[in-house]
């Protein structure tokens, strides 16, 4: 678990037109300076944005990772949805400070609130 | 000369990258209002402008975070961002390198900031420059709050930052406008994206309006991201603001929420006079 490294290479890569053509070019070799793990690696090569999200990397950082792979707004709050769903709440980072479950978490909860 | 103007303005980047989705009335209502602040500035004869902003890992990160950063160069280029993205062209804002110096030297003497000489700006100050100076003719001197990597700035210290921005703003020959940028509540770029916690801002806008320090620098991280989500800690700039204002009240030029922006789009100012 290294999210650290995680959002390290993303931020920079997120900066960086260089080494954004070199991830395309080769994306696991740009990873060989980051200490990251082999499922954060595969995270970050798919790219699995839910992954990447459930690990707890900020959206500061991560939306603009979808935007460079050409993902849709829609489409990059679906599969954050879609990795909170697969793989539970978010592990680490700031929004893991109360738990960080999900809209459909989220909203089945309330709706049993109401209904109580 | 003493401080011209102070603001805050929203600076979400769906303001700018996704305004085709939005609800056009209530859109070019909130883009009329930021063309109320831009005629503010103006007839304030401001000569250079201050953005207290959060900006959002485009120059700060968890490597080297700084609690406080001021720019100190003569120019800084952005948007950092894909411009087809945020649908803003590349620009070059013109900065006021010996101008920051001695802003950032009356600063120094209460609140320890770090201060940069490269910045590339980020939506935090990009969409309301946008708006605000959209001939990038005034020069800027941007500050950023850490509000992105906890441990975050505490809101007493971002108080503290506010009132050593007022004093050093009048200490200098030139007239200072500022403007602080960000929030209020919002879940932005998570799952959350959309969701706005209305009845916090509004209780938030009227601390700020009546600019009480006490209620303002009362609010708690936990309770920020239980009811504002992580984007309500960027109040920090607002409450900066408050500090830099002296005591004046203020006014909300506009609050809605607008869904697709993520944010509760705000503009409001303080009465100087
Ligand atoms: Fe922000």
């Not at chain 1, 790219?47 to 603009?64: K, R, Y």
């Not at chain 2, 939005?22 to 909130?30: G, L, Q, S, T």
């Not at chain 2, 910045?119 to 500050?143: C, E, S, Y």
């Not at chain 2, 770029?189 to 700020?208: C, H, M, Q, V, Y």
Request: aromatic share 10%; charged share 25%.
């Amino acid at each position: 678990m290294s999210l650290y490294y995680v959002q390290k290479f993303l931020y920079e890569l997120n900066r960086d037109p260089d080494l954004q053509a070199a991830y395309m070019a080769d994306r696991r070799d740009v990873l060989r300076p980051y200490e990251v793990t082999e499922e954060e690696a595969d995270a970050l090569i798919g790219p699995d944005i839910g992954l990447l999200f459930h690990l707890g990397v900020n959206g500061q950082i991560l939306m603009h990772f979808a935007a460079l792979h050409q993902i849709e707004w829609a489409d990059y709050l679906a599969l954050m949805r879609d990795g909170v769903a697969r793989h539970g709440p978010v592990r680490e980072g700031v929004y893991a400070m109360t738990g960080y479950e999900g809209v459909d978490a989220r909203r089945s909860r309330s709706e049993s609130d109401e209904g109580a | 000369m003493p401080l011209v103007y102070a603001g805050v303005c929203s600076h979400a980047p769906g303001i700018t990258g996704r305004a085709d989705q939005a609800d056009p009335e209530v859109r070019d209502r909130f883009y009329a209002a930021f063309d109320g602040m831009r005629a503010d500035i103006e007839e304030s004869g401001a000569e250079a402008l201050v953005v207290i902003a959060a900006e959002h890992f485009a120059n700060f990160f968890m490597d080297n975070m700084p609690t406080f950063a001021i720019g100190m160069a003569d120019f800084y280029d952005g948007p950092i961002e894909d411009p087809g993205w945020l649908a803003i062209d590349r620009f070059r804002a013109p900065g006021n390198r010996d101008l920051s110096r001695r802003i950032i030297t009356e600063v120094m003497q209460t609140v320890d900031v770090s201060y940069a000489e490269e910045w590339r700006f980020d939506h935090g100050i990009a969409v309301p420059l946008h708006f605000v100076t959209p001939r990038f003719d005034l020069p800027i001197i941007p500050v950023n709050i850490n509000c992105q990597g906890p441990p975050l700035t505490p809101l007493p210290r971002a108080w503290a930052l506010g009132e050593a921005l007022r004093r050093a703003a009048d200490s200098v020959p030139e007239r200072i406008a500022v403007i602080g940028t960000g929030g209020i509540s919002h879940w932005p770029a998570t799952p959350d994206s959309g969701k706005i916690n209305e009845e916090w801002d509004r209780e938030f806008l009227d601390r700020w309006c009546r600019n009480d320090h006490d209620a303002l620098v009362d609010y708690d991280d936990l309770g920020i991201y239980a009811d504002a989500g992580q984007g309500g800690f960027e109040i920090r700039t607002f409450v900066a603001v408050s500090a830099a204002a002296g005591g004046a009240s203020g006014t909300v030029a506009f609050y809605a929420p607008i869904p697709i922006f993520a944010v509760g789009c705000t503009i409001a100012s303080y009465d100087l006079a």
